[in-house]
């Protein structure tokens, strides 16, 4: 049944990390499994957000969701917490943020909506806060991505997938609009997020065969080919 499938996805998670800056993901499923985490693979992670590495993005949704979700855990330490906070705090969330370097990627599709989901989530969560990197408060912040985020809503209603049916890139989609379907605040927002994920996921069902997804991509990788 699906509860069974539901664990074993879990279980495999929770032991299997490809370490780097989405390592400690494994540790989200650690923890919703009842688990503690291990730390070292969080390390990891902060060393690419300190540095503010491309993809760095990627690895602030995975941040965020552990402090929507568990914040408050006995699984996690309060010193962890509170390091994972100082990260949220301190991002740079988009390129027209005055301090910090601009070599990331902002600009391909996946990204778009991971930065904006990341900074709504980011303002949501803490909307006292003023932002140390671009020195703005929460309501500047939540306003900002409201705005961006719903212009990347509509321009997939009118001009569809640039990164049409990628084998690699629909997931760092998912990370973004799974995010925002669980914690958004405006019912819009969360109603967008669910209509692209079943779309997503009805478009990979449609398109796999014996676990390969055997069609053209907007965007891939000659190894995940």
């Known amino acids: 049944d699906f509860e069974s499938r539901r664990l074993a996805y879990l279980r495999y998670c929770a032991t299997h990390s490809p370490g780097g800056r989405t390592g400690f993901f494994s540790q989200i499923a650690r923890l919703e499994l009842g688990q503690d985490v291990d ?124 990164e049409w049916l990628s084998n690699c890139y629909f997931e760092e989609d998912l990370l973004a609009l799974v995010n925002l379907h669980d914690f958004a605040e405006d019912p819009a927002v969360r109603a967008h997020a669910k209509g692209c994920i079943d779309l997503l996921l009805f478009e990979m069902a449609l398109h796999t065969h014996r676990g390969v997804m055997g069609c053209t991509h907007g965007r891939t990788y000659t190894r995940l080919i």
């Open 39 to 162: 730390e070292a693979p969080f390390y990891e992670a902060f060393a690419v957000v300190d540095a503010r590495l491309d993809c760095s993005d990627f690895t602030i949704g995975g941040l965020l969701r552990i402090l929507y979700l568990y914040r408050e855990s006995p699984h996690i330490s309060r010193d962890l917490i509170e390091k994972i906070e100082a990260r949220v705090l301190g991002f740079k969330y988009w390129w027209d943020e005055a301090q910090g370097d601009n070599r990331r990627c902002y600009w391909t599709e996946n990204h778009q909506i991971i930065f904006h989901s990341d900074e709504l989530l980011a303002a949501q969560l803490f909307p006292d806060a003023v932002f140390a990197n671009s020195g703005r408060d929460a309501t500047y912040h939540r306003e900002h991505a409201l705005h961006l985020i719903r212009r990347w809503f509509d321009f997939r209603a009118r001009f569809g997938f640039s």
